[in-house]
């Protein structure tokens, strides 16, 4: 099994860093950093093993056919990985196409 992010999802993952800083979400940017790895590493090496819905139609602007799985982060944030699932060379591939968290994306779900 392996898990790959669309371009787009390794530069949000990028852009988050900045905003969790700015906005007082941690006192360090190196912080904001280590979060942010720690969540693209939790999705990388976890997705295959978790639970998974299927994905409502709001988000098919990213993809279709797609589920997600969630990761909480703490007590308030739970991070959503939207994805489509494959075979290739009989090996199972998840495709990450859109990573949203609850503040976000919990009217949807």
């Not at 905003?19 to 190196?30: H, P, V």
């Not at 409502?56 to 279709?64: A, D, M």
């Amino acid at each position: 099994m392996s898990v790959i992010f669309l371009p787009e999802v390794r530069i949000h993952f990028k852009k988050i860093i900045p905003i969790l800083y700015e906005k007082g979400y941690f006192g360090f940017k190196e912080t904001a950093v280590k979060y942010v790895d720690n969540l693209f590493d939790d999705i990388e090496i976890n997705l295959p093993a978790c639970l998974h819905k299927i994905a409502p139609k709001h988000f098919e602007k990213y993809g279709k056919d797609m589920y997600y799985s969630g990761f909480r982060k703490n007590k308030n944030t739970i991070w959503y990985a939207f994805f489509t699932k494959y075979e290739k060379n009989k090996e199972i591939v998840y495709l990450v196409r859109h990573i949203e968290n609850n503040h976000t994306a919990a009217q949807y779900l």
